[in-house]
Antibody, heavy 119, light 107 residues
Framework: QVQLQESGPGLVKPSEPLSLRCTVSGGSTRSFSWSWIRQPPGKGLEWIGYIYDSGSPNYNPSLKSRVSISLDTSKNQFSLNLSSLTTADTAVYYC?????????????WGQGTLVTVSS | SYELTQPPSVSVSPGQTAKITCSGDALPKRYANWYQQRPGQAPVLVIFKDSERPSGIPERFSGSSSGTTVTLTISGVQAEDEADYYCQSADSSDTFVFGTGTKVTVL
């Protein structure tokens, strides 16, 4: 059973960057796509981006100028970097596995980590 | 940008049937998936590829598609089905979008 666990700071100051890590256990990051999704308090889900083993990442156009996702298969981890944070970036950030089986869907999720942007 | 529209809320009595719709212009060409999110928890995939059910998901969850609308049906609703439900699909450039979300209340 694949499990995902997010880690990173819970509080970030405005204009500073955010760095989150997702550690995958119970399976390999190789040959799969991995994604980040966020959810502001009381609001809906927003897809941030994904990366495929040895492939180029793909990002939400609304965040593309500020986001980067990387994958370290040797550590079974992938990371999210988001720059120039504002209070609008306050959200629970989830990492998830993206499957492609005729359709693209997220079949395994981390528990989520709350990131608050505040001075 | 591509949008998926859901009703904000659906109320249903225990044992009855709940239907949640999701509308989007690209849905005739793209599969949709559904997620259940209980309060304080991560989303869980309940339907993928319009109508397929992952292992471990109860048979009372089913999905269907017709034109620009996909529907999640929960038959014989139970108290534990009270949650937020989100549809999700892809657009033509391999980017992904979630629906606006529907809160299901079990009366």
């Amino acid at each position: 059973q694949v499990q995902l666990q997010e880690s990173g700071p819970g509080l970030v100051k405005p204009s500073e960057p955010l760095s989150l890590r997702c550690t995958v256990s119970g399976g390999s990051t190789r040959s799969f796509s991995w994604s980040w999704i966020r959810q502001p308090p009381g609001k809906g889900l927003e897809w941030i981006g994904y990366i495929y083993d040895s492939g180029s990442p793909n990002y939400n156009p609304s965040l593309k100028s500020r986001v980067s996702i990387s994958l370290d298969t040797s550590k079974n981890q992938f990371s999210l970097n988001l720059s120039s944070l504002t209070t609008a970036d306050t959200a629970v950030y989830y990492c998830a596995r993206l499957r492609s089986a005729g359709a693209y869907f997220f079949d395994c999720w981390g528990q989520g980590t709350l990131v608050t942007v505040s001075s | 940008s591509y949008e998926l529209t859901q009703p904000p809320s659906v109320s249903v009595s225990p044992g009855q049937t709940a239907k949640i719709t999701c509308s989007g212009d690209a849905l005739p060409k793209r599969y949709a998936n559904w997620y259940q999110q209980r309060p304080g928890q991560a989303p869980v995939l309940v339907i993928f590829k319009d109508s397929e059910r992952p292992s471990g998901i109860p048979e009372r969850f089913s999905g269907s598609s017709s034109g620009t609308t996909v529907t999640l049906t929960i038959s014989g609703v139970q108290a534990e089905d009270e949650a937020d439900y989100y549809c999700q699909s892809a657009d033509s450039s391999d980017t992904f979008v979630f629906g606006t979300g529907t809160k299901v209340t079990v009366l």
